[in-house]
């Protein structure tokens, strides 16, 4: 009688290993939050948030840079060859349009850093360092959301 007993829970064990996993969890056992070995759907919705709030920011930022490079009746950018304007006038000037280019230039570069954690966020797997796979900091990603480096790798770099 003990034979059977073993031979029906052999088979029972081998029924359960062609199973898939998602169907031996308990109906009532909460659902695993967590990638693999990655931050929890609530962890990466406020990493989503983060990132949003600073596009937001950025966005803004660059819009008010447009608008102070441009001419918004004629929608042209603003022409140094105003009348009343001095020679020394015209070159400060055109320093301040080359620094408000270059600032909207590096906000457009930022931007695009965000839209690409965005993008790792939705293939699942943001947070890990690209260079060791390590998990990157929590406090770190929350101060640059778009770090694709752990502390230990971006020291090695050297940036």
Request: aromatic share 6%.
């Amino acid at each position: 009688m003990a034979k059977k007993v073993v031979k029906k829970s052999s088979a029972k064990l081998k029924r359960q290993a062609k199973t898939p996993k998602a169907a031996l969890q308990k109906k009532d056992s909460p659902p695993k939050t967590l990638q693999k070995n990655g931050y929890s759907q609530q962890e990466l919705a406020r990493f989503k948030e983060i990132i949003l709030q600073k596009k937001k920011e950025i966005l803004e930022e660059l819009e008010s840079l447009k608008e102070s490079m441009m001419d918004v009746t004629t929608g042209e950018y603003v022409s140094e060859n105003s009348t009343y304007s001095l020679h020394m006038e015209q070159g400060t000037d055109a320093m301040e349009r080359e620094k408000t280019f270059l600032f909207a230039s590096r906000e457009g570069k930022f931007l695009n850093y965000l839209e690409d954690a965005l993008k790792r966020i939705e293939k699942g797997n943001y947070g890990h360092c690209v260079d060791c796979g390590k998990l990157i900091e929590k406090e770190r990603l929350e101060a640059v959301p778009h770090a694709q480096l752990c502390v230990q790798c971006k020291m090695k770099r050297g940036r």
